[in-house]
């Protein structure tokens, strides 16, 4: 509480200082801004040093990571195309032996045998080329029968219906 409460002895020995007492506060005051201003200079310093460091940081870090993905993918591809046409050469080996050649022709009759034999009748049914021959005749006969039926029709009804003479025509169309 001493500290904070005024001497109640001599109310006025807080306000008289001496010239000693100023001397000290002042060289105080100025230790004490020359200190601040050294901590805030070596703050700043150690603050503009930490973030220069981490933007490089970054930026190396960052150019690293592309050229790694980079290289990556490089060798991806390479692998890739080592691999296809491994595989290329390995297939086209594999489709040339002599056993799976055999067991293409086997194959190969299999399926013709198996597409063709009960399906034989119908396709020759299908494909036969006498259906030309036989789609022209009918077509022929088709014409000529309707040929016929106009013909035939004209002529009958031709005969069918009697000309009448010309006395007998003048009665029905009044005065002549």
């Known amino acids: 509480m001493a500290i904070l409460a005024a001497s109640t002895t001599n109310p006025t020995s807080t306000l008289h200082q ?13 230790l004490a801004f020359r200190l601040q201003q050294a901590v ?16 490089y940081l ?29 595989l290329h050469s390995a297939n086209s080996k594999f489709w040339a032996s002599p056993k799976v050649k055999r067991l ?5 009759r299999e399926f013709f045998i198996m597409l063709f034999g009960p399906l034989n009748t119908v396709l ?18 088709g014409l000529w029968s309707s040929l016929a039926t106009i013909c035939h029709k004209s002529t009958k009804s031709s005969l069918l219906r009697p000309e009448l003479p010309e006395s007998s025509l003048a009665g029905i169309g009044g005065n002549r």
């Open 18 to 30: 001496t010239p000693r007492d100023i001397v000290l506060r002042r060289s105080t005051q100025e």
């Open 40 to 55: 805030g200079s070596v703050s700043l310093h150690v603050f503009l040093r930490t973030y220069f460091a981490a933007s």
């Open 58 to 86: 970054a930026l190396s870090i960052l150019f690293a990571t592309k050229m790694i993905a980079f290289q990556s993918y490089l060798a991806s591809r390479f692998v890739a195309f080592k691999t296809a046409l491994l």
């Open 104 to 108: 293409r022709k086997r194959l190969e």
């Open 124 to 141: 020759l049914l299908a494909f036969w080329p006498g259906w030309l021959v036989i789609g022209a005749t009918l077509w022929a006969w």
